[in-house]
């Protein structure tokens, strides 16, 4: 079947220490995206990225960080730098930056103490 | 200032009840894309439809229809026959082509629950 998978649904980690997310496609999507939402709150983006070895920030990209060395692979990494990393994060990707319906993953809740 | 507004937080129904999501945008492009997605309890935003600019057709899919007006620049989603399982967050969304930056923006969603 094809879709978004991230992995794991749930993450815990010590404050100080990094955490990457993984987010995979088989879509064939050129573009990927990462998402924030905290409780009760809509989505904001973190990063984007519309082809493979380009991304770009988004409105809340600090103490966060990405890579895109795959197409079907774009994996966030929330460092110690971001200060309430506590949040639910979702991957979306699109077949083209703009006018394309976003499909997202079923998200991964980081919970940092 | 807010690209979508959707201005209902909240909004609680009883089962088989009608009920409309209101989705007004802000854009100077005359070609642009407009969505709507459910997330349920579980997280996963789920696609529901995709709408272009130029076609102001009203869509019906089952017991979801959707009514775009563009000289209100709106976008209404209406749930006919509510049931249980459509409790969830709907978010409207809205697809520019800019040239730079981000071209894809949610509104803050509209909470719906419908009341047994």
């Known amino acids: 079947d094809g879709g978004i998978t991230q992995s794991p649904k749930y993450l815990f980690r010590k404050e100080g220490q990094n955490v990457t997310l993984s987010c995979e496609q088989n879509?064939?999507?050129?573009?990927m995206y990462w998402y924030r939402q905290d409780p009760g709150q809509g989505l904001r983006l973190i990063y984007y990225?519309?082809?493979?070895?380009?991304?770009q920030k988004g409105d809340i990209a600090e103490g966060y960080s990405v890579s895109r060395e795959k197409k079907e692979s774009f994996p966030l990494t929330v460092t110690s730098a971001q200060k309430n990393p506590t949040a639910f994060y979702l991957c979306?990707?699109?077949?083209?930056?703009?006018?394309?319906?976003?499909?997202f993953g079923p998200g991964t809740r980081l919970t940092v103490t | 200032a807010q690209k979508v507004t959707q201005a209902q937080t909240e909004i609680s129904v009883v089962e088989k009840e009608d009920v409309t999501l209101d989705c007004v945008y802000e854009?100077?492009?005359?070609?642009?894309?407009l969505f709507w997605y459910k997330q349920p309890p579980s997280g996963e935003l789920v696609f529901l439809i995709r709408?272009?600019?130029?076609?102001?057709q009203n869509e019906i899919s089952g017991r979801y229809s959707w009514n775009f007006q563009k000289s209100t620049s709106s976008f209404n989603f209406t749930i006919t026959a509510s049931q249980v399982v459509d409790s969830a967050v709907y978010f409207c969304?809205?697809?520019?082509?800019?040239?730079?930056?981000?071209?894809?923006?949610f509104g803050t969603g509209t909470s719906l629950t419908v009341i047994p």
């Open positions: 979306a990707s699109s077949l083209k930056r703009a006018f394309y319906e976003q499909y």
């Open positions: 879509l064939n999507h050129d573009a």
């Open positions: 854009t100077r492009d005359t070609t642009y894309y």
């Open positions: 709408r272009n600019s130029f076609d102001e």
């Open positions: 990225s519309q082809i493979v070895n380009d991304f």
């Open positions: 969304a809205l697809s520019e082509a800019r040239s730079t930056g981000n071209q894809f923006y």
